[in-house]
């Protein structure tokens, strides 16, 4: 396939920029088919009597050659194409990988009422005076998130349109979803537009990374179904098992022990659906603890080991462990304590004065 | 310390009591749904459990176990440990011949977390047969199933003249001659 000539504007056509052209293109090749039209739709920029005229049966490179020809005769510009990105990502924002970080008000700060124009102002102001070829866009979605799409470039090139990074904020919650963009240098400036912007005082990227950005949101805004310590033992309920038709001949001997593991599976996990994370990291820095017979183990400094549970979804994964009789109940708090902790990112180090291994740092 | 003890109980008549043991429950029940569908002429109850000692509670409603059957799944280092473990709680008079190991998933090299020499090693002190079988299909599991059923025939003393004693004759490998 041919890339057109990115350079310059294009001469014939209309008054379209050939860049943003290609980027719109590029994206609709990107989305599958069966989803262009309402894509399109949320996009909100061309007129709905076109979009419904539009042919989704051809191979999808006629598709976005129609969409763009669409978006020339409405002389999209870089702008629309921008939000045309963050509707695409707001829709598959699960093929990202997020990264939770949570600012915190300075000292005798007030709770302001959110003003999304003075919010965005703000934010573009502290960026552009440091990097002025940036492309900055924000979009407000249903749920109170707050999308800004944010294309770098440096002194003297233009900003990259295909390496943008991606901040989703809730205004009423001191926490910023960042989608992990590949250049870090440019992390700090976004760091302190934020704070600037929404009016808190610091900012830190906390241990917890995932692909699934709703489980980040449920388990930062505690929206999952924890478990609350009550002081009196609940009675087994009578959950809607269906009647086992039990052959009399098949005696289950450990069934006491069975419903010892579900009602501690119950209490440690809940009983509702688990945020979905991928990967749980363990970093030891721990000394190593030999035999006496290993003697060439240097006990001086500590055994460098990374430990890494990855799965589509741990959390349920952990919780059917012991059911399926592959692990103890209950599980190593470490392992329990994720969505809790709110991380999954850890660093063990030695406890000091006692011979137990292991302690948890945050 | 409850142990399985092979005679504290008396026997009933025409039937047969089997013990198996392992923390793979999938494939315990298939085994033991399997063994149900076998043709029989005697009553068979089928006891499931993950590890030993049983519950004392259910003692008195237990008959005699005949057999005990000990299921690793190579693949378990978790569960291994747990037959290990469940060892201490059988009654010595219980090896000679009326225990037998199960070994499953030996196919999946890739996922063997158990050293075959630990299995090996662990048949040769308990004097028991390692029975190797790939439990998933079903046509080893049948026969499996009706390998132990002869197998539990023996053990309950339905077989006149052949007695558990006789399973010896099982371990003898190339090795020995």
């Known amino acids: 396939m041919a890339a057109r000539g990115r350079r310059g504007r294009g001469a014939a056509g209309g008054a379209m920029d050939v860049t943003v052209a290609e980027f719109i293109r590029r994206t609709v090749l990107k989305v599958p088919r069966s989803h262009i039209p309402a894509l399109l739709q949320?996009?909100?920029?061309?007129p709905a009597a076109r979009l419904q005229a539009l042919d989704v049966r051809p191979l999808k490179e006629a598709i976005a050659e129609a969409v763009v020809q669409l978006c020339q005769e409405n002389s999209a510009s870089i702008k629309e194409a921008a939000v045309l990105d963050i509707v695409y990502n707001h829709t598959f924002q699960n093929k990202r990988v997020w990264t939770v970080y949570q600012m915190t008000k300075a000292t005798g700060g007030e709770t302001d009422i959110f003003d999304f124009t003075a919010f965005k102002r703000k934010f573009k102001r502290r960026i552009q005076s440091s990097l002025i070829n940036v492309t900055i866009n924000f979009k407000e979605f249903e749920d109170n998130a707050i999308w800004i799409r944010i294309a770098w470039g440096t002194s003297y090139t233009k900003p990259n349109q295909y390496k943008a990074t991606y901040v989703v904020y809730h205004s009423q919650t001191p926490y910023a979803?960042?989608?992990?963009?590949?250049?870090?240098s440019n992390l700090p400036l976004l760091c302190q537009a934020l704070i600037v912007a929404s009016n808190y005082g610091d900012i830190r990227e906390m241990e917890l990374r995932s692909h699934c950005l709703d489980s980040l949101k449920d388990i930062v805004f505690k929206r999952y179904s924890q478990t609350f310590q009550t002081h009196h033992p609940k009675p087994l309920q009578e959950r809607n098992v269906a009647p086992e038709n039990v052959d009399p001949r098949l005696i289950q001997e450990d069934k006491s022990e069975k419903e010892?593991?579900?009602?501690?599976n119950q209490e440690v996990f809940g009983d509702g659906?688990?945020?979905?994370?991928e990967f749980a990291q363990y970093k030891l820095e721990t000394m190593f603890k030999s035999s006496p017979k290993m003697v060439n183990v240097s006990e001086r400094e500590s055994f460098r080991c990374l430990v890494k549970f990855s799965s589509p979804h741990l959390l349920?994964?952990?919780k059917s462990l012991a059911p399926a009789g592959m692990a103890d109940a209950p599980l190593s708090p470490l392992l329990t304590c994720i969505p809790h902790k709110a991380r999954n990112y850890f660093k063990i180090k030695e406890r000091k004065g006692v011979l137990a291994a292991g302690l948890v740092s945050p | 310390m409850s142990v399985v003890r092979p005679f504290d109980k008396l026997p009933v008549l025409n039937s047969a009591a089997i013990l198996l043991v392992g923390t793979d429950e999938d494939l315990q029940r298939q085994l033991a749904q399997t063994i149900l569908k076998e043709k029989k002429d005697f009553k068979i109850s089928i006891h499931l459990a993950t590890s030993l000692p049983l519950p004392a509670e259910r003692d008195h409603i237990r008959p005699r176990i005949d057999l005990i059957?000990?299921?690793?799944n190579v693949q378990s280092k978790y569960g291994f440990k747990n037959i290990e473990a469940s060892l201490a709680h059988v009654d010595a008079n219980f090896f000679l011949g009326k225990v037998c190991f199960l070994v499953t998933g030996v196919g999946r090299v890739n996922h063997c977390s158990v050293d075959m020499s630990a299995v090996r090693k662990l048949g040769d002190v308990y004097c028991s047969p390692l029975i190797f079988c790939e439990l998933e299909l079903e046509g080893i599991r049948?026969?499996?199933a009706q390998r132990l059923l002869r197998m539990l025939q023996i053990c309950a003393g339905h077989v006149p003249g052949v007695s558990a004693l006789?399973?010896?004759s099982l371990m003898r490998s190339s090795n020995d001659e």
Request: aromatic share 16%.
């Open chain 1, 42 to 46: 949320a996009w909100g920029f061309l």
């Open chain 1, 177 to 184: 979803f960042i989608s992990k963009s590949i250049n870090r």
């Open chain 1, 260 to 264: 010892r593991i579900q009602r501690v």
């Open chain 1, 273 to 277: 659906p688990q945020p979905k994370l």
């Open chain 1, 316 to 318: 349920e994964a952990l």
């Open chain 2, 69 to 72: 059957v000990f299921m690793i």
């Open chain 2, 142 to 144: 049948i026969s499996t």
């Open chain 2, 166 to 168: 006789f399973f010896s």
